[in-house]
């Protein structure tokens, strides 16, 4: 299993960025996806999520509203749209999957640097 994010990156406040996951060897459409970031010297928070067969998702409030989570199955990739980014959006993102559907994510990606300048 493999996932790999890309799109990280230096943005101005008020800016947007979209992160990119791309997923292989796993069922993709039977998995739970999520977004994670870990600011420095802050604990890893989870902020998206997207249930695969519904395409159900659910947002931390620290991003409600301005992020979007969405899949391409075809593409086999999990996206993030982020939108009014502010500095305290800076972290490493990071995707994981939850293949067991049971809320626990046994799979990672290496992460991606998005850093906000005010």
């Known amino acids: 299993v493999q996932l790999v994010e890309s799109g990280g990156g230096l943005v101005q406040a008020g800016g947007s960025l979209r992160l990119s996951c791309a997923v292989s060897?796993?069922?993709?459409?039977?998995?739970?996806i999520a977004w994670f970031r870990q600011a420095p010297g802050k604990e890893r928070e989870g902020i998206a999520c997207?249930?695969?067969?519904?395409?159900?998702?659910v947002y931390s409030d620290s991003v409600k509203g301005r992020f979007t989570i969405s899949r391409d199955n075809a593409k086999r990739a999990i996206f993030l749209q982020m939108n009014s980014l502010a500095p305290e959006d800076t972290a490493v993102y990071y995707c994981?999957?939850?293949?067991?559907?049971?809320?626990?994510?046994?799979?990672w990606g290496q992460g991606t640097l998005v850093t906000v300048s005010s």
């Open positions: 994981a999957a939850d293949v067991a559907r049971s809320g626990k994510y046994t799979y």
């Open positions: 060897g796993l069922t993709f459409g039977n998995s739970a």
């Open positions: 997207i249930v695969s067969d519904n395409d159900d998702t």
